[in-house]
């Protein structure tokens, strides 16, 4: 991980690694019923399916035919398209995506994903309202 820094002229700069950038998540929920946290501690490590979606650009040159996403994928969930929505057929193995078709020189193909992460239980929480029947949660989870 690394920080944001001003410099001397009053620049903001980012002072890690661009290739060891991770995420963190905050996972938060209200029901009547406790989730199944038993057992869970912090530190242990978490299969995380993600909702949101990360989008790849993939920039075509005319010979290339496939590319590789930063994180594995949740199985399903891989979408590529060019600019105007037009949907492009591809193939998936692990992180590999094949272009069924090969791309034109100068062709941008967005390729969206919702990852699969693997992360570790920095914290979490349950609060239980007797009064109102209610028990609220929270989950910190970092990427390994």
């Not at 920039?59 to 590529?80: C, E, F, W, Y």
């Not at 057929?89 to 994903?113: G, M």
């Not at 609060?127 to 028990?135: K, S």
Request: with cysteine.
């Amino acid at each position: 991980m690394g920080d944001m820094r001003r410099t001397i002229a009053g620049k903001l700069v980012y002072t890690g690694q661009e290739d060891r950038q991770k995420y963190r998540s905050i996972v938060r929920g209200k029901d009547r019923l406790p989730p199944a946290f038993k057992g869970l501690k912090r530190g242990h490590i978490l299969g995380v399916e993600c909702l949101s979606s990360l989008t790849q650009k993939f920039m075509g040159n005319g010979k290339q035919t496939q590319m590789t996403l930063d994180r594995p994928p949740v199985h399903g969930s891989v979408i590529a398209s060019t600019l105007d929505q037009e949907e492009v057929p591809i193939e998936i193995a692990s992180r590999q995506v094949q272009f069924l078709s090969t791309p034109k020189s100068n062709q941008e193909i967005y390729v969206s994903y919702r990852p699969h992460l693997e992360m570790l239980v920095t914290d979490f929480e349950i609060e239980t309202d007797e009064w109102n029947l209610t028990c609220s949660w929270y989950l910190g989870l970092e990427e390994i």
